[in-house]
C-alpha cells in the first residue's frame, strides 16, 4: 500500500454499508496523519469546518471503503464540477511526477482546469526547471507561485504539455479556445512529446460541435471568414471584447455538428483570413485523464 501523509487528497469511489443513499459515490478525502497502515482516517475533503465529519477508512490500493462513520450527524460530500477538476488536475500532477526528469520542460495550457494544475504544480516547484505557458495569464499565475517561464522559442522540446479541453470525442480529438488562446496552445501541442488533457465527465462527446467552435481570426477579415462559415453549414458569432494575445479576435461558431474533425479543421484553416480553429484533430490529445462520478479515468484514443 502507498503511503498517505497530511495534506494529501485522495479522491476515490466509497461505499457506506450503513446507508445504502450513499453506496458507489465519488468523494474526496484529506487525510489527517502519515498513516502507512491500511486503517486511515480521513475528513471529507470541503467540511473543514465541521470536525466531527471523521470517518475510518480502510484502504486496499487505490479503492476506498467507507467502514464507519464515528459521529451521528457524519456526512459525505458527492463531488461537485470543480473538485472533479481539482481531482483530474491532481491526477494529471501523480502522472507526470514519475517521470520528471533535470531537463524537464513542461507546457501550461489555459483556462480554470489549467489554473488547478497550476497550482498542484506550485507542490512540486523544485523539481520544475522549465515551463512554457499557452497564455499571458497562465504565465502570470506560474511567476506567481515562484516557477520559470521561458518563451517557446528558448527551448528545443517540450515534453509534456497539459491542459484542459472544452469538448473531447472518444478519438481524443477535442474543442479548445473557450479561453480564446487557441493559437498558442495548437502551437505547443505540436511541439509537445505528449499531451496530457485534463477534464471533467461532462466534456466527453460522441460528436464534437455542441461546444460553440472557436476560429481566430485576423480582425479586418471577421465578416468575410463569417460568411465562408455559413457555407459550412455553422452559424458564427463574434466574440465581443475579446482580443487574443496575438491581437486578434474570435468567432465562435454554433449549431455546427462536427462528424469529420480532420477534414474540417484542414477545411477552415484554408480560410484566407483565419489563424487558427480550435479544432485539435490533426494533433489531438495522447491521453485523457477523466473525472467521473466513479473516479478518474485514464482514457487513451479508441
Not at 261 to 272: K, R
Amino acid at each position: 500500500m502507498n503511503e498517505r501523509f497530511t495534506g494529501d487528497i485522495v479522491y476515490a469511489s466509497v461505499e457506506n454499508p450503513f446507508n445504502s443513499g450513499l453506496r458507489h459515490k465519488n468523494f474526496a478525502f484529506e487525510v489527517s496523519g502519515s498513516l502507512p497502515i491500511l486503517e486511515e482516517r480521513a475528513l471529507y475533503y470541503g467540511s473543514y469546518n465541521d470536525c466531527d465529519d471523521w470517518f475510518s477508512v480502510i484502504s486496499f490500493g487505490v479503492c476506498l471503503i467507507l467502514l464507519a462513520g464515528s459521529h451521528p450527524n457524519a456526512r459525505g460530500h458527492i463531488m461537485t464540477q470543480d473538485e472533479l477538476k481539482r481531482a483530474v488536475a491532481d491526477a494529471a500532477l501523480a502522472y507526470i511526477k514519475s517521470k520528471l526528469e533535470n531537463d524537464t520542460v513542461l507546457g501550461i495550457g489555459t483556462g480554470s482546469t489549467a489554473n488547478l494544475f497550476i497550482d498542484a504544480l506550485a507542490k512540486i516547484k523544485g523539481q520544475i526547471s522549465a515551463t512554457v505557458a499557452s497564455s499571458e495569464a497562465s504565465a502570470q499565475r506560474l511567476k506567481s507561485h515562484g516557477i520559470p517561464v521561458y518563451e517557446l522559442n528558448t527551448v528545443d522540446r517540450v515534453d509534456f504539455y497539459v491542459d484542459g479541453a472544452d469538448e473531447s470525442n472518444h478519438s481524443l480529438q477535442l474543442i479548445k479556445g473557450g479561453g480564446a488562446a487557441l493559437t498558442r496552445e495548437k502551437i505547443i501541442t505540436a511541439v509537445a512529446q505528449e499531451f496530457i488533457c485534463i477534464a471533467d465527465e461532462s466534456k466527453l462527446v460522441q460528436t464534437l460541435g455542441q461546444f460553440p467552435l472557436p476560429v481566430e481570426v485576423i480582425p479586418m477579415a471577421r465578416s468575410y471568414v463569417a460568411r465562408e462559415l455559413v457555407k459550412l453549414g455553422g452559424d458564427p458569432i463574434y466574440r465581443e471584447g475579446v482580443v487574443t494575445d496575438n491581437g486578434n479576435v474570435i468567432l465562435d461558431v454554433f449549431n455546427f455538428s462536427i462528424e469529420q474533425p480532420l477534414a474540417m479543421e484542414e477545411m477552415i484553416n484554408n480560410i484566407t483570413g483565419v489563424v487558427t480553429n480550435g479544432l485539435f484533430a490533426l494533433r489531438p490529445a495522447d491521453v485523457l485523464l477523466l473525472g467521473t462520478a466513479e473516479g478518474i479515468k485514464t482514457l487513451f484514443a479508441e
